[in-house]
């Protein structure tokens, strides 16, 4: 017992050193964990947030003049797991849940496409002379930067000569299309405003209407960062075995040693979780 305490006697401070630098080290640590723990409430809260926005809020729709279109935006939701959306939307949820593959984004949209108003070119013509079948061939194409759409037909009737009233009697028949091509340009994403994540959709058709716009971006299922290359460098506080010396380097010897380093690691042993 008397060995020891004159151990203590003749190597307090560096012990009080090492005492130190171990309670800094893990108070250091401490303080890295619960930063750590309120970051991740933070991000917790702000996707809670994020996705009850996304439920109640409704399509805004602006013009972009840089780009001249209609410009039709909502917040969308951001899931932990695609899972998660069955509280929010559980319509759209049973929808993606039956897609093949892992979800990692998904848009859906409504859309209308309203041509009323448009006139066609017609032509008379006889089909069946006979029977007084005739026809009007009917051919309408509009077309703008986002909306195509190109119907072509004919509109068959039969028209019977009533020579007692000098007048004709019509009987309506079938309407053939033969061409019918609608084509749509739409332009799709997400982003990543100040407080908030939105989907939004871009056309610059005036015809086009979005009536409903849900964007959903599953987390789990993002492509991982490649792994940082561990530092080599490293400079602060250590504690450990190995050889010391005195300070002129003599009297080599084995023991334990505490102090402040700048080193090298050549190869290292990693161990204990990430």
């Known amino acids: 017992m008397i060995a020891f305490w004159n151990f203590i006697k003749k190597y307090y401070p560096l012990i009080f050193f090492g005492i130190i630098v171990v309670m ?8 890295s964990t619960l930063n750590k723990e309120r970051e991740d409430r933070a991000f917790q809260e702000k996707i809670w947030n ?37 509280k ?11 897609v093949k593959g892992d979800l990692i984004a998904a848009i859906d949209a ?14 008379l013509v006889v089909i069946d002379k006979k029977t007084n079948n005739y026809g009007l061939k009917f051919k309408s194409h509009y077309s703008d930067d986002s909306f195509e759409q190109i119907l072509e037909g004919i509109s068959k009737f039969y028209a019977y000569p009533d020579e007692s009233n000098k007048n004709w009697l019509l009987k309506p028949d079938t309407t053939l299309f033969s061409t019918n091509i609608t ?13 908030k994540y939105e989907v939004f959709a871009v056309s610059s058709s005036p ?7 849900n964007g959903v971006f599953v987390l789990e299922k993002q492509p991982l960062p490649p792994a940082p290359r561990p530092k080599k460098w490293a400079i602060g506080p250590y504690i450990g075995f190995g050889l010391n010396t005195d300070f002129n380097l003599d009297n080599p010897r084995f023991g334990w040693s505490v102090g402040f380093s700048l ?12």
């Open 88 to 98: 929010y939307n559980k319509d759209l949820y049973n929808q993606l849940n039956k």
């Open 183 to 195: 084509k749509l340009k739409i332009t799709y994403g997400f982003r990543d405003l100040k407080d």
């Open 24 to 31: 800094s080290v893990f108070l250091f640590q401490t303080c």
């Open 50 to 86: 994020q996705n009850m926005s996304a439920l109640k809020d409704s399509i805004t729709v602006e013009f972009n003049k840089k780009l001249g279109a209609y410009e039709i935006s909502k917040d969308n939701y951001v899931l932990e797991k695609l899972k998660d959306l069955e």
């Open 207 to 213: 015809k086009i209407e979005i009536d409903e716009l």
């Open 263 to 274: 080193h090298y690691d050549i190869f290292q042993w990693r161990f204990g979780k990430k």
């Open 110 to 123: 409504r859309v209308t496409g309203d041509l009323g108003g448009l006139t066609a070119g017609n032509e």
